[in-house]
Nanobody, 125 residues
Framework: VQLQASGGGLVQAGGSLRLSCAAS????????VGWFRQAPGKEREFVAT????????YYADSVKGRFTISRDNAANTIYLQMNNLSPEDTAIYYC???????????????????WGQGTQVTVSS
């Protein structure tokens, strides 16, 4: 298994969650990693991405200022800290990685070749 997401759950509006994505060493050493989400009846959408050295980071406008992506290469883990959650954030959250060696963090779903199984985040009003 290349990627495994965890940390989802049920939280009230205004609350926080931290998602984790455990990745293989091959991915952590050399790949941009992103978080995406898919709500019922909607297409999968970009949330945040970070490149291999952590210096290139992008967020979707809808989460900017509330979510923070980070990576701990020594622990082979990528994190998504989510604060001030709203019901609109309810979705299955996926972590994904680009092919090793690619240096650019991308907002495009189609640029990611490895996908985790997803973790459910539910925000109640």
């Amino acid at each position: 298994v290349q990627l495994q997401a965890s940390g989802g759950g049920l939280v009230q509006a205004g609350g926080s969650l931290r998602l984790s994505c455990a990745a293989s060493e091959r991915i952590m050493s050399n790949s941009p990693v992103g978080w995406f989400r898919q709500a019922p009846g909607k297409e999968r959408e970009f949330v945040a991405t970070i490149n291999g050295n952590g210096y290139m980071i992008y967020y979707a406008d809808s989460v900017k200022g509330r979510f923070t992506i980070s990576r701990d290469n020594a622990a082979n883990t990528i994190y998504l800290q989510m604060n001030n959650l709203s019901p609109e954030d309810t979705a299955i959250y996926y972590c994904a990685a680009r092919f090793p060696g690619n240096v650019v963090a991308s907002r495009q779903t189609s640029d990611y070749v490895y996908w985790g199984q997803g973790t459910q985040v539910t925000v109640s009003s």
